[in-house]
């Protein structure tokens, strides 16, 4: 894979990551009615909320990661992992195109 072909996976998954919260945001915005006064449902909505603040925070942190492959890219350190500098796998890089480590490190950070 080369740079132009790295960059236009990395947008073509940021567009994607988008997409989600876009589609999120609205989904959250579509309730502003007040909770329901039931105690049971109110719990439910609650944690409702707390799946959504899961899932966004998750996206955002994709962004980041995406924002960060493509400042490796400008710095051509693309595709090298930022643990030991050895190249990621290409298979690993088409399955998650802003993945920071090669398998090895990621294996050890997640214990
Ligand atoms: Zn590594």
Redo the contacts with the bound molecule.
Sequence with gaps: MNAEQARARLEEYQASINVRREKLARHVSHREEPLPQDFAEQAVELENDETMVALEDELYEQLRAVDDALARLDAGTYGQ?T????PIAAERLEALPAAR??I??ANVMEG
């Design positions: 992992c643990e030991c500098g050895e480590l090669c090895e490190c």
